[in-house]
């Protein structure tokens, strides 16, 4: 997961890059007034994101095969938590009922 993190901030960052050498030469439009910083960034936002998810598919399936049983086990700790939750309502009601 950290690779995958890494290497799309890599992928940001040579954007950003890109971008700030096309604004500064001209042939990006700059932002306005003194939004220029913040132009540059949202466009090598805009520009990253479509790359990273073509270029890392297979990173973002590793990484994806790495989380999927940490979330299987996290669901069925939940669940175990939830029945053992409803055995103890029910047993508190069986003696609620019973000492009716």
């Known amino acids: 997961m950290l690779r995958y993190t890494l290497m799309r901030l890599g992928i940001f960052a040579g954007c950003l890059v890109v971008v700030w050498g096309l ?3 001209g042939v990006a439009p700059r932002g306005l007034g003194d939004s220029n910083g913040m132009w540059i960034i949202l466009l090598a936002l805009v520009l990253s994101a479509p790359i990273s998810f073509v270029a890392l598919r297979k990173e973002r399936d ?3 095969e ?3 049983p940490k979330v299987e086990r996290l669901k ?3 669940e175990a938590d939830r029945s053992q939750e409803d055995e103890a309502v029910d ?3 069986r003696a609620q ?4």
């Open 91 to 93: 047993e508190a009601a």
């Open 76 to 78: 069925a700790r939940i």
């Open 97 to 100: 009922g019973a000492s009716s």
């Open 66 to 68: 790495q989380i999927v």
């Open 62 to 64: 590793r990484a994806s």
């Open 23 to 25: 604004v500064y030469s």
